[in-house]
Nanobody, 119 residues
């Protein structure tokens, strides 16, 4: 089992910045893919950014504004969010994906952290 604990959400004005943190209960070297997703009211959960094997994928709607990074020594994944817009308002979830030695895919989620951007 992998536990994920997000922090760093809050209320910020448009144009402001926030940094979300996701503390992982195991070494990041045991995880294949770490990601951040978000879900706004009435909308489906969507991928924001993910990091795997030293590479990153950033969704087009946040590209140039959001950055995903890791601190392996702290077992923590970050989402740096700049130039925030009201449409970025959502609950942000940390996600971990792992492929076991038997080839099974494990998928873990954090409890989510609310980000609210006021206009």
């Amino acid at each position: 089992q992998v536990q994920l604990v997000e922090s760093g959400g809050g209320l910020v004005q448009a144009g402001g910045s926030l940094r979300l943190s996701c503390l992982v209960s195991q070494s990041l070297f045991t995880i294949n893919v770490m990601g951040w997703y978000r879900q706004a009211p009435g909308k489906q959960r969507e991928l924001v950014a993910r990091i795997f094997g030293g590479s990153t994928n950033i969704a087009d709607f946040v590209k140039g504004r959001f950055t995903i990074s890791t601190d392996n020594g702290k077992n923590t994944v970050y989402l740096e969010m700049n130039s925030l817009k009201p449409e970025d308002t959502a609950v942000y979830y940390c996600n971990a994906q792992r492929i076991t030695s038997l080839g099974a895919k494990e998928n873990y989620w954090g409890q989510g952290t609310q980000v609210t951007v006021s206009s």
